[in-house]
């Protein structure tokens, strides 16, 4: 039996993966989520087998959690199930510990083959998704986002921030000081040649990285 556990912070999505889930032999709802730090807690004190996390939620978010859960528990497989597709999400994803990255907008099936095969020990990275990986190493010129310079801390601290999270918060929920997620935020402004929040979402939006409004101001 796979024990697999679902980080949603849309109730109406868990709902829509359990029901996918509940029917198919050989899978059980071990619990669910609607942020890292409670699937962090729980990977720790009961048996999980598959998260399937989703990327972008309040608090310390899917990447973060994703890192935290494969370090404390290396038995456990993370499949990320995201909107995010676009790079460099999926390949600093992978980077961070997941077994496997999906789209949501995957047929149900594939959703049940990825956990089957991530359980057994195998990688399963989306098909369209493994080949938009492919053509940046490729031609890293024509696919490469501005972000993929971003390292994997700085990554996370960009879709806190895009969120509309502030210092004060990042600091606290990833255990940094407040003058060193500045130092994260100033370093990024540099990488990205840009000079405030409002123009990270901004560029993160154009480059399908997050989902959320702009930030009303600084």
Same mark, same amino acid.
């Given at each position: 039996?796979?024990?697999?556990?679902?980080?949603?912070?849309?109730?109406?999505?868990?709902?829509? /993966?359990?029901?996918?889930?509940?029917?198919?032999?050989?899978?059980? /709802?071990?619990?669910? #989520?609607?942020?890292?730090?409670?699937?962090?807690?729980?990977?720790?004190?009961?048996?999980?087998?598959?998260?399937?996390?989703?990327?972008? $939620?309040?608090? /310390?978010?899917?990447?973060?959690?994703?890192?935290?859960?494969?370090?404390?528990?290396?038995?456990?497989?993370?499949? $990320?199930?995201?909107?995010?597709?676009?790079?460099?999400?999926?390949?600093?994803? $992978?980077?961070?510990?997941? #077994?496997?990255?999906?789209?949501?907008?995957?047929?149900?099936?594939?959703?049940?083959?990825?956990?089957?095969?991530?359980?057994?020990?195998?990688?399963?990275?989306?098909?369209? /998704?493994?080949?938009?990986?492919?053509? #940046?190493?490729?031609?890293?010129?024509?696919?490469?986002?501005?972000?993929?310079?971003?390292?994997?801390?700085?990554?996370?601290?960009?879709? $806190?921030?895009?969120?509309?999270?502030?210092?004060?918060?990042?600091?606290?929920?990833?255990?940094? #000081?407040?003058?060193?997620?500045?130092?994260?935020?100033?370093?990024?402004?540099?990488?990205?040649?840009?000079?405030?929040?409002?123009?990270?979402?901004?560029?993160?939006?154009?480059?399908?990285?997050?989902?959320?409004?702009?930030?009303?101001?600084?």
């Amino acid at each position: 039996m796979i024990n697999v556990f679902l980080v949603d912070d849309h109730e109406l999505v868990r709902a829509g /993966i359990r029901r996918i889930l509940e029917d198919v032999k050989g899978i059980r /709802i071990a619990g669910e #989520s609607a942020c890292g730090e409670d699937a962090v807690k729980f990977c720790r004190a009961n048996p999980v087998d598959v998260v399937l996390m989703d990327m972008n $939620m309040p608090g /310390i978010g899917g990447l973060e959690a994703t890192r935290k859960i494969v370090r404390a528990t290396p038995e456990v497989k993370v499949i $990320m199930l995201t909107i995010h597709t676009e790079n460099p999400l999926p390949a600093k994803v $992978m980077q961070a510990g997941a #077994s496997g990255y999906l789209s949501k907008g995957a047929a149900p099936q594939e959703v049940v083959n990825a956990i089957r095969l991530v359980n057994s020990g195998q990688r399963y990275i989306a098909s369209d /998704i493994a080949q938009q990986m492919a053509l #940046s190493q490729i031609e890293p010129e024509k696919t490469e986002s501005p972000f993929a310079s971003l390292s994997e801390r700085e990554l996370q601290i960009m879709l $806190m921030i895009t969120r509309g999270q502030k210092v004060n918060e990042i600091s606290e929920q990833l255990n940094l #000081s407040p003058k060193t997620v500045n130092s994260y935020r100033y370093r990024m402004f540099s990488k990205l040649h840009i000079s405030g929040d409002v123009e990270l979402t901004h560029l993160a939006i154009r480059h399908g990285l997050c989902n959320t409004e702009p930030l009303a101001s600084q």
